[in-house]
C-alpha cells in the first residue's frame, strides 16, 4: 500500500498569514492527489484534486502543488474559516490512502 | 443539487453484520463510482470501498483492514450504494461516509459494543 506521510501534524497562524502543509507519498502517485478540508462536525470538502485543480467554489487562496512523492497546499491570505482539519489522499492505487492529517488553528 | 444521505447504522454487536445504504440524487448515479470513507471517533479517514460503474464492470476495490468483510454493491435503478459490513468489529466503529469524490453525506455513525 502506498503510504502517505503528512506534516505538519497540527499547525498555529494568525489571520493573513500564509500556511502550507505537505503530504509524501512513499511511492510516485502520478499528480493522483486531493486534498480535503473539514471541519469539527462536518463532512470533508475537497479543495484540490489531481494535485493542483481547484474544485468548484473553492476560495482562490488554496492552491495546491507538487509531483513525484511531494505535494504541498497552500493557504494564502488565512481567514478565521479556514480554521479546520486537512487530509491528502492519493488515488493512484488501491487502496486509497490518507495522510493522518493536519490540524490548523489559529495563533 | 446533488444530495447523498447515509441510513442503517446504530449500535452493533460485535461480530454481527450491519448494511449502510446510500441514497443518491441529483445527478445521473450510473455514471459514476462511488466510495465509502470512515472516520474513528477522533481520528482521521479512511478509505473503505470503491465500486465502479456498469461500463467498468462493477468493479470493486476495498481497503486492506476491511477487505473480506465488507461489500460494497449499488443499484442503479434506486440509485443507492450500499455498504454489508459483516463480522464486525470494535475498530469498525465510526462515521462512515458514501462519496463521489466532490460530493459527500453527512455521514453514518456505527457503534460497535456489546
Known amino acids: 500500500d502506498i503510504q502517505m506521510t503528512q506534516s505538519p501534524a497540527s499547525l498555529s497562524a494568525s489571520l493573513g498569514e500564509t500556511v502550507t502543509i505537505e503530504c509524501r507519498a512513499s511511492e510516485d502517485i502520478y499528480s493522483n492527489l486531493a486534498w480535503y478540508q473539514q471541519k469539527p462536525g462536518n463532512s470533508p470538502q475537497l479543495l484540490i484534486y489531481?494535485?493542483?485543480s481547484l474544485a468548484d467554489g473553492v476560495p482562490s487562496r488554496f492552491s495546491g502543488s507538487g509531483s513525484g512523492t511531494q505535494y504541498s497546499l497552500k493557504i494564502n491570505s488565512l481567514q478565521s474559516e479556514d480554521v479546520a482539519s486537512y487530509f491528502c489522499?492519493?488515488?493512484?492505487?488501491?487502496?486509497?490512502?490518507f495522510g493522518a492529517g493536519t490540524k490548523l488553528e489559529l495563533k | 443539487e446533488v444530495k447523498l444521505e447515509e441510513s442503517g447504522g446504530g449500535l452493533v454487536q460485535p461480530g454481527m453484520s450491519v448494511k449502510l445504504s446510500c441514497a443518491t440524487s441529483?445527478?445521473?448515479?450510473?455514471?459514476?463510482?462511488m466510495e465509502w470513507v470512515r472516520q474513528a471517533p477522533g481520528k482521521g479517514l479512511e478509505w473503505v470501498a470503491e465500486?465502479?460503474?456498469?461500463?467498468?464492470?462493477?468493479?470493486?476495490y476495498y481497503g486492506k483492514s476491511v477487505k473480506g468483510r465488507f461489500t460494497i454493491s449499488r443499484d442503479d435503478s434506486k440509485s443507492i450504494v450500499y455498504l454489508q459490513v459483516n463480522s464486525i468489529r470494535s475498530e469498525d466503529t465510526g462515521i462512515y461516509y458514501c462519496?463521489?469524490?466532490?460530493?459527500w453525506g453527512q455521514g453514518v455513525m456505527v457503534t460497535v459494543s456489546s
Open positions: 441529483g445527478f445521473t448515479f450510473s455514471d459514476y463510482w
Open positions: 489522499q492519493q488515488y493512484n492505487n488501491y487502496p486509497y490512502t
Open positions: 462519496t463521489r469524490r466532490k460530493y
Open positions: 465500486i465502479r460503474n456498469k461500463a467498468n464492470n462493477y468493479a470493486t
Open positions: 489531481d494535485a493542483n
